[in-house]
Each structure stands twice: as structure tokens, then as C-alpha cells.
């Protein structure tokens, strides 16, 4: 199964205010499922997440 999202995609937390960051690892458990480290913005923090809690970010710029 391949991963929703890539290395130095930019994605956003679907909970807590949206909090913005970089992956930066995909990995992959025991059972099959993609866990992603994410670098979040501004916290300097790397967060493993589930892909059902992140969603891509969207530039507000456009």
C-alpha cells in the first residue's frame, strides 16, 4: 500500500488548531499501517502521527 503523503510534504494536524509541519520519515508498523515523523513548525518537535490525523497543508497565499 503506498503512503498518502512523501518526505518534505507539507502537511497540517486534522486536530489541535491545525499545527503546521514537514515530514520528515515514513514509517511502517507491525500491522502494515504508515506512521509519519513530523517536524512541527515553530515547536522545533518531531510528532509521529497516523495518516487519518494529518492533512495536507493548504497554502492560504494563493
Known amino acids: 500500500m503506498a503512503s498518502k503523503f512523501a518526505i518534505g510534504d507539507k502537511v497540517d494536524q486534522a486536530f489541535s ?5 514537514t515530514v ?21 518537535t518531531i510528532q509521529v502521527a497516523n495518516e487519518s490525523s494529518l492533512i495536507a497543508h493548504c497554502n492560504s497565499a494563493a
Open 24 to 44: 520528515v520519515a515514513i514509517f511502517t508498523d507491525r500491522a502494515g499501517v504508515h506512521r509519519y515523523a513530523v517536524e512541527m513548525f515553530g515547536h522545533r
Open 17 to 21: 488548531n491545525h499545527a503546521e509541519g
